[in-house]
């Protein structure tokens, strides 16, 4: 959780009871419950906005794809698996004769 780990987390809590008081604290903890759950709901009926205008084929997205380093990687990802499935592709071709020219495809260039 946020790279805090329990020994951080007493320090974090007696230091509130000193600030704010143990009656106070209650309050506060329920105040921010409340602002957590509030920006959570924010969170998906943005997403689901999202998802909505941009149509079914971005059914599945995540506001955590919009981080552009994921985007990124996402998209290396994609193209180094695709060019394995040609490479792939290519290796099941049989090999060419002596003084054979390669297949040529006049609308590929």
């Known amino acids: 959780m946020f790279g805090i780990g329990f020994p951080e987390l007493l320090v974090i809590a007696f230091v509130a009871v000193l ?4 009656d106070k604290l209650p309050d506060l903890a329920r105040q921010a419950a409340g602002l957590v759950r509030r920006g959570r709901t924010i969170a998906n009926t943005v997403r689901d906005e999202l ?5 079914p084929e971005y059914a599945d997205l995540e506001l955590t ?3 552009p ?5 996402r998209q290396v990802r994609e193209a180094v698996l695709a060019a394995d499935a040609a490479e792939a592709a290519d290796a099941d071709l049989p090999p060419l004769d002596a003084g054979e020219l390669p297949p040529y495809d006049l609308d590929a260039t």
């Open 69 to 73: 380093r994921r985007f990124v990687a």
């Open 19 to 22: 600030v704010f008081g143990p």
């Open 65 to 67: 794809d919009l981080d």
């Open 51 to 55: 998802r909505e205008e941009l149509g």
